[in-house]
Structures are given as C-alpha cells and as structure tokens.
C-alpha cells in the first residue's frame, strides 16, 4: 500500500517502527531545499578575478555529485580540468588545477578573514557560501542559493498537527540554516554539523524518543544508520543515502513524510488489534474446552473463524485509497 504513494520501505519491521516515531530530524540541502541550486555571486580577493575564481572551482567539483558542486560546475561549463581531486565529506574538495593546488570548502573550513564581512552578508540573505582557496591563499568566495521546497511549509504544519516535532539538521552556516527554518516553520535548528556529529545528535535524539531522519547525500548516511527509522529522498539521493535508509522515496515531494507517518500508525493499530482479537480467542477458547462447553470440532470452527477475521482484519492495511484522499 505505501508502494503506491511513492514509499518503499525495506522491511516489517522498518514499518512498524515508522508507526512509532515521535521526533524527525531533516537534512537542508536536496531535502527541504528544492535540490536545484544556482550560484548567485562570486566575490573575488584582491588580486583575483571573479572568472578564475569560478573556473578554478567549476574544476574541482565537475568530480563531486553533491548538489553545490553541480551548481557551482554548471556556472562555468567552460573550465580547465582538475586533476588529484579529493572530496572530504562534510568539509570541501581539493584537487589540482594547471599545477596549482586548489580546495574549495565552507568558511569554517577554510580560514578567509578578508573575505568575512561579504560571507556574513551573503548568509544572511539565506545563501550558503564557500571558500575558494589556491595554493594556500584565499581567492574568493562563491554563494549559492537552493531555494525551499514549495510543500516544505505544509508538510511541517502536518507533522505539528500529528504531534510530531522537527528538527533541521545541516552542515551548512547557522545564518543560512535559519533563515530557511523560518520559511519552513522549523523552529529547531541545528546547523554547521559534520557527518559524524549529526549522526551523534540523531542517535541522541533518537534515546530520548522514537526518531526518525530524513536526507538524500552522502554526508547523511550516517545519521540515517543511527536514527530509528532512515529514509532517503530515493530520486535525488545518493547511494549511500539510499542503503543506509530502512524507507526510501521514489518522488521528492515532502508530503509523503505525514502520509507515510500515518499509514505505519494505522498499520500498527491493525496489527496490535489483531494480537488483541487472538489472544482474547484463545483465552476464551481454552476453558470453554477444557470445561466441556465446546468439543473439538466447536474449538476448531470457532479458531478457524476467528483466522478469517484476523485476515480480512488485517487486508484493511493493503488499502492506499484512502489515505492517499486523506493526503
């Protein structure tokens, strides 16, 4: 039945724990963000040019998958090629550009005091920026603007009114963090995270209560192992991503987060009705034989009844219909 509202969840289990979940943490870029960046500016350091400063970088990340580096590859489609290129996830790229070594990460990576007070402006209009730096020196700094998704606001407004609370949880700057937890509705943010501490903070979060992390990139796949139920956004997701998640979707539209919170609720209802319905069965069952009441064939009809029930019972968690008229 989830299947066919776009969710696939990998397991029993996976789906009966998702009836659970209390609190959800949610990655910015890719997942909240419509996954369609744009570099919006590019500032150039005092003796670099704004054209260098965007083709060294365009070299660099025409290697890296993550959504910043593709939008920082299609600003300068005409670049040199790089060449050694490391990705260090969580932090930045380097590589080697006509035997000039260049890295190009976040400014809380990459130390850019002259360039400070251009990053902090650019922040504060929601875009997040990154540092580019060659041979050891910083040649500029380029922002990139991944605007929200249009469903963001209402899916977070669903999970309020079920009584789920939200987290955002970014490795991106605080200042772009908030900014677009404020058009989210999101009130709880978590920014300037590396993989290994958001995935510290999901196994936290998730001791306190059942809790739930949703991602799509690389840098995610260890938040979503330690969270109680992972699930990755499956179109635009990373591999990684996709096999660290016990659900995955096959769209990107954030309102099947409180649809599929409430089929597995409903599903567990079911299932917890079942178990209740059998064991007052046998229970009933049990003395009435032994007492004499029923004979054996009585005892059989009335447990073989009963299994049909429990089936048909069951069958109600098959139907997508309703729910999907519900969404």
């Given amino acids: 039945a989830a299947s066919r509202f776009g969710i696939v969840v990998k397991s029993g289990a996976a789906l009966e724990e998702l009836g659970t979940i209390a609190h959800i943490g949610f990655d910015k870029t890719g997942t909240l963000t419509r996954n369609n960046p744009v570099v919006t500016d590019v500032v150039a350091a005092n003796g670099y040019s704004k054209h260098h400063v965007l083709a060294w970088a365009a070299a660099v990340e025409r290697a890296s998958t993550h959504p910043i580096a593709t939008a920082i590859a299609a600003a300068a489609p005409i670049a040199p090629w790089a060449t050694a290129v490391t990705e260090l996830p969580g932090n930045g790229v380097t590589g080697t550009v006509d035997g000039h070594e260049v890295t190009i990460g976040s400014p809380r990576w990459i130390h850019a ?81 590396t993989p290994e501490y958001k995935a510290r903070i999901v196994s936290e979060m998730a001791e306190l209560a059942p809790t739930a992390m949703v991602g799509d990139g690389i840098n995610d796949a260890p938040a979503l192992a330690a969270a109680t139920v992972g699930i990755a956004m499956g179109t635009s997701g990373s591999d990684a991503a996709i096999e660290s998640a016990d659900i ?40 009435l034989a032994i007492s004499g009441v029923f004979n054996l064939a009585a005892v059989v009809l009335v447990h073989e009844g009963a299994e049909v029930l429990l089936i048909l019972n069951g069958l109600r968690a098959a139907r997508a219909k309703g729910m999907l008229t519900e969404a």
């Fill in 113 to 193: 005091a002259e360039l400070g007070q251009a990053i902090a402006e650019l922040e504060l209009d929601g875009k997040t920026c990154v540092v580019v730096r060659r041979d050891g020196q910083a040649a500029g700094v380029i922002a990139i603007r991944d605007e929200l998704r249009s469903e963001a606001a209402g899916a977070i407004a669903a999970l309020a009114h079920d009584g789920i609370t939200v987290s955002m949880l970014t490795g991106d700057n605080s200042r772009t963090a908030h900014s677009l937890a404020a058009e989210a509705g999101i009130e709880d943010v978590r920014a300037e995270l």
């Fill in 248 to 287: 995955a979707f096959t769209g990107n539209d954030l309102r099947l987060i409180p649809l599929g919170l409430r089929h597995a609720r409903r599903t567990r209802r079911i299932i917890d009705q079942n178990l209740a319905l059998s064991v007052a069965i046998i229970a009933a069952l049990l003395p």
